[in-house]
């Protein structure tokens, strides 16, 4: 897996749960760092009224990142306080409207401007779309807790540079800072490899032992 952010954390955890031993390569020191180091991020569903392919992977996203919340610290870590639209003009209202028809209220309904100030303890100019089952999360932690499993290998300041086909036998080859990929190939898809940042730019220890290139010196005495 190339990246420690939300998208490979999550697949890395999957992969993982389904028995594959998983290698994630990140350039960074650790996981999201990048889009995915924001420390809070809104967790509700964008929905289509018209019950397309999309808004059934949304809810089945939402669904299992809220039960992986629930491993999570909840207050700290992530919280399902609900999450409010504002109906902040008469397209967004109708908008809002039929997106209320189509779903079970216990996933999205409409509050009247009083309600809505009700439910955030403050003045507003509207009412709204309230998901009840939303929420906020820190997705640094919910990316940490996806890797932590025992079948997942962190593999920190690996810049992948290039992926290359390394030959046809099953048996890609290890050139150099190439990393050999050849646990998580499947067929039909050849063998890959990643290529990795030259060897002065890597410093961690992760490479001991699988990547000579960029193995660091061993202790003295060792
Ligand atoms: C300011 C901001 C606010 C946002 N707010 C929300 C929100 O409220 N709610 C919401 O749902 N979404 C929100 N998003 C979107 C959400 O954060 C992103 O969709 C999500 O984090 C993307 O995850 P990712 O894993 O695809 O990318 P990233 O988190 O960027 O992960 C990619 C990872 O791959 C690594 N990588 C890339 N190239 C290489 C390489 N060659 N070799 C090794 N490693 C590599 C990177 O270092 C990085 O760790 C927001 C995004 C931003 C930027």
């Known amino acids: 897996m190339i990246g420690a952010g939300l998208a490979g954390s999550a697949t890395a955890a999957s992969l993982a749960a389904r028995g594959w031993q998983v290698s994630v390569l990140e350039r960074h020191a650790g996981p999201a760092q990048e889009a995915s180091g924001n420390p809070q991020g809104v967790l509700y569903l964008k929905l289509s009224a018209h019950g397309t392919a999309l808004s059934q992977l949304i809810l089945a996203g939402f669904g299992y990142t809220r039960r992986w919340l629930h491993r999570l610290q909840r207050g700290i870590d992530w919280d399902g306080c609900g999450v409010l639209q504002l109906a902040f003009d008469e397209q967004e209202a109708a908008r809002q409207g039929k997106l209320a028809a189509a779903f079970d209220p216990s996933l999205l309904h409409v509050l009247t401007q009083e309600e809505a100030q009700t439910l955030a303890g403050i003045g507003l100019p509207s009412g709204g779309l309230f998901y009840p089952e939303g929420g906020w999360a820190h997705p640094p932690a919910l990316c940490r807790a996806q890797l932590e499993h025992p079948r997942i290998r962190l593999l920190s300041h690996a810049n992948v540079l290039e992926l290359r086909k390394a030959g046809g036998s099953g ?35 992760a490479f001991a032992g699988r990547s000579p290139a960029c193995q660091p010196p061993l202790p003295a005495g060792r």
């Not at 190939?185 to 890597?202: G, H």
Request: hydrophobic share 30%; with cysteine; proline share 20%.
């Open 171 to 205: 048996r890609p080859g290890t050139p150099g800072n190439c990393w050999p990929a050849r646990h998580w190939w499947c067929w039909p898809v050849p063998p890959m490899c990643a290529v990795l940042q030259p060897a002065r730019s890597c410093r961690s220890s």
